[in-house]
């Protein structure tokens, strides 16, 4: 890439620009000629020994300068480049394997906080153990950990060179690396290092003058003597870095025994109490003890200092880290001046980092109405937020709606009512909900949800630790109408890790004598998830057949195409994916405008696939050839482009439309069941006591209709006038469709699968008002579906599992 500089001086040779996010300050373009990264790839790849047998990690993305290095480092050496997909990489288990089992990776080149997610077991017995095939650890973009920390990562026989390296954007890449002595016995604080080729690092106080002892904001140019350019990259508009440039990191360091010591960012040194207050060295105390996983420290409203931590042995450790035994004086006090003691402990399950490996402060996020709505809404960071408006009625949608929730439910604010409070409060009621519902909280139900352990518990694996699944003990009433006299139970089959939160229903393909590529099994389940894979699982064994990761996020649930050989799913990327059923492979693809959510269906008489998209289309699709039949462009035609009929609501349709009883039954976001008549006539609708997102589910009698509710409800309504025969109260919110199915006791009866936000999966008797036959609890909020094949039930769940359980008959 070559810019001609003002005045047609000459050219700027540039290798690569980078915009900068803002998290450590204001944004800034910033273009990087080929001159001032290669004294960095030189330097460390002579620093480091690379060898051209090493196997380099691709880690970072490429909006992250550091994947420069990686990707230099490796190529300028013949050494290989290990590209992983992104869901590997959000599931550290599958990632340690990929790295240490099955590519034995040499160099890892990451920030804390990545490296922190692997877990201190895998840290210790894989990553850092006595064999690893790590031969370079290098730590950078963050503050590096403790050496105590360190040391509780790594095996006491681990061999691996762990250097830790600073920098900053706008002279890329690195500027200073210091190598950890072996035995990790190091000063608490770890030396920021020395100033690699061409570089030069200065202290300066906050006159400017320069530090020689102590502390200062630390800058960063390059070598006396260079002409300039030669390491300072160009910002903005700038045509030429003027030589002596240096530019402020916005970092604050200690200068001690002619070592530079990391204190915190600018921005995060703060008065309280009258006395001057580094967060960031609050927050490097409490994750250098034992019991701390990760935390951020802030200070809210410049009053209240608040610690967010993930603890690693559990609450009760988290609690004695910061308490101390009974009697004493609490620990922290004991560690910190007054003034820097955080006036409130909260204990979160995670901190989510950005897609760089950087800590986010979610949490500190949420008390302030700017920092948690303005960013999901797009609005500039100085927009004024009406705390009474509406999300839906600023700007909002149910993508954005659903991205803040996902956001909120990660960072760990668990409640079956946040999604209804986006959708329908003001933002002062999410602010609220969300604040009430913050880890750390006591909430109504914490007390029940120990008397699981008088149960019978099934345990299954998921990743580094163990989730209990409680089924209910015999006899014990639940939420909805009396159970007495239930002849059915549920119970734990299998469970397949999708790698994040499982929203789409599954799909099951039983197979018949003449299915290809069957093997002999009785049915396939295909389910996808928001880690952008999908799965093929044998229904018996929950082996998993194949495997695909796709081009994004997947909440849609899959189709089967006519001829059975094809599976059908629709993707964020925008793409129609059409896979082989028996192998995964892909047959070929169809790319809409805009991100595909909604489930395909199948026409019968014609075999074509009908898919919607954001783009606000629906796409008619020959599965045969993979080509577009037909498309409309904001209602829904047939194969001839004539408009058959379209309803204007006065509220969004999240839910989707039953069509199989020759009437169109569909849910309201205001609470609605609608139903119309086959030429779009209204015939009745029935009001609940809360949004209706549950598509709805006509019984095999086409005498009842049966839709779930965020009031909590199941209803059954008579089809003909919508009148209100029976409804059942779950422990949660209905988001998910019921499933009917047959095979009450003695094989008859009409029954009804239901999951609740609570993660709840309920058998219910159709037939007899709807009373509770059985139930199971398993760890995550159900939005899935359930799909049902003979006695096995199949349920996706936001722990990131699938799970199937099989109806089994009580004696």
Not at 119 to 144: F, I, P, T
Not at 251 to 280: C, I, P, T, Y
Not at 567 to 592: N, P
Request: net charge negative; glycine share 12%; with cysteine.
């Amino acid at each position: 890439y070559l810019r001609r500089c003002a005045g047609g001086a000459g050219l700027v040779d540039l290798a690569y620009v980078l915009h900068t996010s803002g998290t450590t300050g204001d944004p800034k373009i910033v273009r990087v000629p080929h001159k001032c990264i290669l004294p960095n790839i030189v330097h460390l790849r002579s620093l480091f020994q690379m060898r051209s047998d090493d196997v380099v990690l691709l880690a970072s993305p490429l909006t992250f300068d550091p994947s420069v290095v990686e990707m230099f480092l490796a190529l300028s050496s013949g050494a290989q480049l290990l590209v992983v997909p992104s869901a590997i990489k959000k599931t550290p288990s599958r990632l340690s394997r990929l790295l240490f089992e099955e590519n034995k990776t040499t160099v890892l080149q990451v920030t804390p906080t990545l490296l922190g997610r692997f877990g201190r077991r895998a840290l210790r017995q894989e990553v850092m153990s006595r064999d690893s095939s790590l031969r370079l650890l290098v730590l950078g973009g963050e503050a590096c950990p403790p050496a105590a920390l360190l040391r509780s990562w790594r095996h006491r026989d681990n061999r691996t060179h762990v250097y830790n390296v600073y920098g900053i954007t706008e002279v890329s890449c690195w500027a200073s690396a210091h190598r950890l002595p072996e035995a990790l016995l190091s000063p608490p604080s770890v030396p920021l290092g020395a100033a690699l080729m061409d570089t030069r690092l200065e202290v300066r106080d906050e006159r400017g003058r320069v530090v020689a002892e102590g502390e200062g904001q630390l800058f960063v140019g390059e070598d006396d003597g260079l002409r300039g350019g030669e390491r300072v990259c160009l910002l903005d508009e700038e045509e030429a870095a003027v030589a002596g440039t240096m530019r402020a990191s916005g970092d604050w360091v200690e200068v001690r025994d002619a070592q530079m010591f990391f204190l915190g960012r600018r921005d995060r040194l703060v008065k309280r109490h009258g006395k001057r207050l580094n967060l960031d060295g609050v927050q490097q105390l409490l994750c250098g003890l034992p019991e701390v996983e990760a935390c951020a420290v802030v200070l809210h409203e410049g009053v209240r200092l608040l610690a967010f931590v993930v603890a690693s042995g559990g609450r009760g450790r988290a609690d004695a880290a910061t308490s101390g035994q009974q009697g004493e004086e609490p620990r922290l006090s004991q560690l910190l001046p007054p003034h820097s003691v955080p006036d409130t402990l909260v204990l979160v399950p995670a901190l989510s980092p950005t897609r760089h490996g950087e800590h986010v402060e979610l949490f500190p996020r949420l008390w302030s109405a700017d920092g948690a709505l303005t960013e999901p809404l797009a609005l500039p960071e100085d927009a004024a937020v009406d705390e009474e408006s509406n999300f839906l009625s600023s700007g909002g949608d149910s993508l954005k709606a659903l991205r803040l929730h996902e956001d909120l439910l990660a960072a760990g604010v668990t409640s079956p009512e946040l999604l209804e409070v986006i959708l329908g409060g003001t933002f002062s009621d999410v602010l609220r909900h969300v604040e009430a519902a913050a880890p750390g909280k006591k909430r109504r139900g914490d007390e029940a949800g120990t008397r699981g352990e008088e149960t019978g518990a099934v345990k299954v694996p998921r990743r580094e630790t163990e989730v209990d699944l409680q089924a209910d003990a015999p006899g014990e009433e639940g939420p909805g109408e009396e159970e007495g006299g239930g002849a059915l139970g549920l119970e734990l089959s299998w469970s397949s890790d999708t790698g994040r939160c499982v929203d789409a229903s599954p799909v099951i393909l039983a197979h018949g004598g003449t299915d290809p590529g069957s093997g002999g099994r009785e049915a396939t389940v295909f389910i996808g998830s928001h880690s952008h894979r999908i799965q093929a699982l044998d229904l018996t064994s929950g082996g998993l057949l194949w495997e695909r990761v796709l081009g994004g996020r997947i909440e849609a649930s899959a189709a089967v195409s006519r001829c059975r050989t094809l599976v059908v799913i629709g993707c964020y990327d925008g793409c129609v994916y059409f896979l082989c059923a028996a192998s995964g492979k892909t047959r070929w693809t169809f790319q809409t405008g805009d991100a595909v959510k909604s489930r395909p269906a199948v026409d019968p008489p014609t075999g074509l696939v009908v898919v919607g998209s954001h783009d606000g289309h629906v796409y008619a699709l020959d599965p045969e050839v993979g080509r577009l039949q037909s498309a409309s462009g904001d209602k829904l035609r047939s194969c001839t482009g004539e408009v058959l009929w379209s309803h204007r609501g006065d509220a969004p349709f999240f839910s989707s439309p039953d069509a199989s009883s020759g009437q169109v039954v569909i849910g309201s976001v205001d609470g609605n069941i609608c139903c119309f008549s086959h030429t779009g006539a209204p015939v009745w609708r029935f009001l609940t006591g809360g949004p209706v997102f549950s598509s709805p589910c006509v019984t095999a009698d086409r005498r009842r209709v049966l839709c779930g509710s965020h009031d909590g409800r199941l209803h059954c309504l008579n089809l003909a006038d919508g009148s209100a025969v029976w409804s059942f109260r779950t422990a949660g919110k209905v988001f998910s469709g019921p499933r009917a199915f047959s095979g009450g006791a003695g094989g008859g009866g009409a029954l009804v699968a239901l999951a609740s936000t609570d993660g709840t999966v309920w058998i219910l008797d159709a037939g007899r008002g709807g009373r509770a036959l059985a139930r199971f609890r398993l760890p995550g909020e159900l939005f899935s579906t359930p799909a049902v094949h003979g006695r096995s039930l199949v349920v996706g769940c936001r722990d990131d599992r699938v799970y199937c359980l099989n109806v089994t008959e009580e004696t």
